[in-house]
């Protein structure tokens, strides 16, 4: 009887390794390894940005705007942004502040930018 018990636990602890393990090498389907979808460098000015995001339209071959969620009031700041060293622009969106500690202010940024060719990003704020 005890060597029975010995055998279903091993057996336990085999199947829950094999679940563990199955658990730890599942895949991610990535796009097609033509598609872009990022960019090469980022550099930030004069504030803290904690979200960066880039809106594409529904083929998913140009980015229309930007997101960004910047720490703090930046309300009063002149955001501008750049794709691939181009002077920048500034965004035409008012950012939207909400309260906290710190708190962030929000913008959403019109763009119109070749996926496959936005190799860097910039972002100032003067």
């Not at 055998?7 to 991610?28: K, M, P, Q, R």
């Not at 389907?29 to 995001?53: D, H």
């Not at 002077?87 to 763009?111: D, E, F, L, Q, R």
């Amino acid at each position: 009887m005890r060597g029975t018990t010995k055998l279903i636990g091993a057996v336990a602890v085999a199947g829950l390794v094999a679940t563990a393990g199955s658990a730890f090498t599942d895949s991610n389907s990535l796009p097609a390894a033509s598609v872009t979808k990022g960019y090469g460098s980022q550099t930030i000015t004069g504030v803290t940005a904690t979200s960066v995001t880039y809106n594409t339209d529904t083929p998913g071959s140009t980015i229309t705007s930007v997101g960004l969620v910047l720490t703090g009031d930046t309300t009063a700041k002149v955001i501008q942004i750049a794709f691939n060293d181009a002077a920048p622009a500034t965004c035409s969106a008012a950012g939207t502040y909400t309260i906290g500690t710190p708190g962030s202010t929000a913008y959403t940024c019109a763009v119109t930018q070749d996926v496959t060719t936005a190799a860097k990003f910039a972002l100032v704020a003067v």
